[in-house]
């Protein structure tokens, strides 16, 4: 298959086929890399129905029991920004992975394995080599973006490979945020050293994920792919009190009650025992 391609249209054997809004179109050169994201939520459903919102679907959806496919790999993702004039980045020949779960939290086991064989197979289909151009994703610090990611456009470009989000040029978020160990494990082979003493640190379950949030203020924006954050609500506005009616003249009830009563005082007959006798001279 030539460089970047489209005669190879490819779906995953042991992937769950799931479209929902389709391709970006053809390649247009680069060589084949693969795109590592997190979906910034909880749920791959939650990740669905963000993609579909937004039209920012990926090549593949990952969780700890499943992988969907959305789009042929043959064929460009939309999970990435991509500026007016600058480099390729969705139609640049990378296949796309969105991750369940968030940047600053750590992966599942069973999680990495899927994201692991999926890599395999990838790498397999597409002639992917195993190395990271841009080095690996840096993982959160103190559960926030690590910052100075290398977001390196000649790499990006001209090598083939395996990037984090947060290492592609045009882009600005920082997942995947996964840690060396993490990295390490997904660049085994599926007979090597999957027993290390290193790997008995990744997490078996994750307990607090369903409760926690996205760290990415701006992962609504276009270049996100997902959406999942709890929305803020905004506080309800204070209600002014109610402003007393005004009467015909201008004057509130109370004045206008008493403005009545004076006039009432004044158009009552005077009484006699009120009348005062003119003095004698």
């Known amino acids: 298959m030539e460089k970047g391609g489209t005669d190879l249209m ?30 910034e939520g909880s749920t791959a459903q939650g990740a669905f129905d963000a993609f579909q919102a937004h039209g920012s679907d ?8 499943k992988i969907y496919q959305h789009i042929d790999t043959g064929e460009a993702a939309r999970a990435l920004k991509n500026l007016t004039g600058g480099v390729q980045t969705n139609r640049d020949s990378a296949v796309q992975i969105e991750v369940v779960g968030f940047a600053h939290r750590a992966k599942t086991r069973a999680t990495l394995e899927n994201v692991r064989k999926l890599c395999r197979w990838i790498e397999s289909t597409h002639g992917v080599p195993k190395v990271w151009p841009n080095g690996p994703p840096k993982p959160a610090v103190n559960g926030h973006d690590p910052g ?17 989000h947060s290492n592609v040029p045009e882009n600005t978020h920082w997942d995947p945020g996964y ?33 926690d949030h996205s760290r990415m203020p701006d992962h609504a924006d276009p270049e996100g792919a997902s959406m999942e954050m709890p929305s803020k609500t905004k506080p309800a506005a204070k209600k ?23 006039a009432a005082s004044k158009d009552r007959p005077t009484r006699k025992a009120d009348q005062k006798s003119p003095k004698k001279t």
């Not at 086929?17 to 997190?38: A, D, E, N, Q, R």
Request: aromatic content about 8%; hydrophobic content about 30%.
């Open 58 to 65: 990926p090549h593949f959806t990952v969780d700890a029991t």
């Open 179 to 211: 840690t060396k160990t993490e990295v390490d494990f997904l660049m085994l082979e599926s007979t090597e050293g999957l027993e290390s003493a290193e790997f008995s640190a990744i997490i078996l379950e994750d307990p607090g994920l369903k409760s």
């Open 240 to 262: 002014k009190p109610a402003s007393r009616k005004k009467s015909a003249d201008g004057r509130g009830k109370i004045g206008a009650a008493k403005a009545q009563k004076v």
């Open 10 to 39: 490819a779906r995953c054997p042991f992937a769950v086929w799931k479209k929902i809004s389709g391709s970006s179109g053809t390649y247009l050169g680069g060589p084949f890399k693969i795109v590592h994201h997190t979906t």
């Open 148 to 164: 100075n990611h290398n977001r390196n456009a000649t790499n990006w470009d001209t090598k083939g490979g395996h990037y984090g």
